[in-house]
């Protein structure tokens, strides 16, 4: 290292020979660069946010002081990726809602969360984003975090509210209907029909069965899945994929076209 740090003070004298103000404080710089290694602090800086997105966690999901939170905060898979690769997982869903987009495409994203997801991998294609969540907290942290001007986060009430119009070209709902009972599924279906073109494509997720304390309705089989959409929709494929490592984190992913106007 000695000898390294030597050979570039001596090649540095030589090259400042002849050499203006500004030429040598480029150099200088240079080295300096060099010399600090900036790809080691950037490694360093990743492990100190990896560390405490960890503890954030832990915080939030494992000693919560009141209750287990409403959404999550995808961030935590963000800073998590780069040292843990399992966690690639929670991109499938935005990849599998994004290759159903357009340019200038109108998006519903039904139950958004902290809007991750509006942000990362649907603002960039679509025209105008509807991301609607009844928790006020996940709203405002979404506003706070993946604000964009063409995402409209708006707190409203899945169920009972008014979605905010009603042609929208992409329906998503991602981990959503879980969340609901099953005659409020079909409500939310209904009235998914109703926002929806004859061109309309819904799509989105659920885990398999679980046992999550949260859940009103759960699936363990494509066909009990399936028997829902029915109803609402001529076309219906899903698909059941591990994301993941783990063999027991099987998820649902539901494409829906063509919907049945008079549904």
Same mark, same amino acid.
């Given at each position: =290292?000695?000898?390294?740090?030597?050979?570039?003070?001596?090649?540095?004298?030589? *090259?400042?020979? /002849?050499?203006?103000?500004?030429?040598?404080?480029?150099?200088?710089?240079?080295?300096?660069?060099?010399?600090?290694?900036?790809?080691?602090?950037?490694?360093?800086?990743?492990?100190?946010?990896?560390?405490?997105?960890?503890?954030?966690?832990?915080?939030?999901?494992?000693?919560?002081?009141?209750?287990?939170?409403?959404?999550?905060?995808?961030?935590? *898979?963000?800073?998590?990726?780069?040292?843990?690769?399992?966690?690639?997982?929670?991109?499938?869903?935005?990849?599998?809602?994004?290759?159903?987009? &357009?340019?200038?495409?109108?998006?519903?994203?039904?139950?958004?969360?902290?809007? #991750?997801? #509006?942000?990362?991998?649907? #603002?960039?294609?679509? /025209?105008?984003?509807?991301?609607?969540?009844?928790?006020? #907290?996940?709203?405002?942290?979404?506003?706070?975090?993946?604000?964009?001007?063409?995402?409209?986060?708006?707190?409203?009430?899945?169920?009972?509210?008014?979605?905010?119009?009603?042609?929208?070209?992409?329906?998503?709902? *991602?981990?959503?209907?879980?969340? &609901?009972?099953?005659?409020?599924?079909?409500?939310?279906?209904?009235?998914?029909?109703?926002?929806?073109?004859?061109?309309?494509?819904?799509?989105?997720?659920?885990?398999?069965?679980?046992?999550?304390?949260?859940?009103?309705?759960?699936?363990?089989? =494509?066909?009990?899945?399936?028997?829902?959409?029915?109803?609402?929709?001529?076309?219906?494929?899903?698909?059941?994929?591990?994301?993941?490592?783990?063999?027991?984190?099987?998820? &649902?992913?539901?494409?829906?076209?063509?919907?049945?106007?008079?549904?």
């Amino acid at each position: =290292m000695a000898d390294i740090i030597f050979t570039l003070i001596v090649t540095s004298t030589n *090259n400042l020979n /002849g050499m203006n103000s500004k030429s040598i404080g480029k150099k200088i710089i240079g080295y300096l660069l060099v010399l600090t290694f900036p790809e080691f602090f950037i490694f360093l800086l990743q492990k100190a946010i990896f560390f405490f997105t960890k503890l954030q966690y832990a915080k939030d999901w494992k000693f919560y002081q009141k209750h287990i939170p409403s959404y999550f905060k995808h961030q935590v *898979n963000l800073n998590l990726w780069r040292f843990e690769p399992s966690q690639w997982s929670f991109t499938q869903r935005g990849v599998h809602a994004r290759e159903k987009m &357009f340019k200038q495409c109108k998006v519903l994203d039904l139950c958004c969360g902290d809007g #991750s997801y #509006s942000f990362f991998f649907f #603002s960039d294609i679509a /025209g105008d984003i509807d991301a609607i969540d009844i928790e006020s #907290s996940a709203i405002n942290y979404a506003k706070k975090n993946f604000n964009r001007s063409n995402i409209n986060f708006q707190q409203i009430d899945v169920l009972n509210g008014q979605f905010p119009s009603n042609d929208y070209d992409v329906v998503v709902w *991602n981990a959503g209907i879980c969340y &609901f009972t099953l005659n409020e599924i079909h409500s939310i279906l209904a009235k998914i029909v109703k926002a929806s073109k004859v061109s309309t494509i819904v799509c989105g997720m659920l885990p398999k069965a679980n046992g999550h304390i949260d859940h009103k309705t759960e699936f363990s089989e =494509m066909e009990a899945l399936k028997n829902i959409f029915i109803p609402y929709f001529e076309k219906i494929e899903i698909r059941a994929i591990i994301d993941g490592v783990d063999d027991q984190n099987l998820n &649902f992913y539901f494409t829906l076209s063509k919907p049945y106007k008079e549904a």
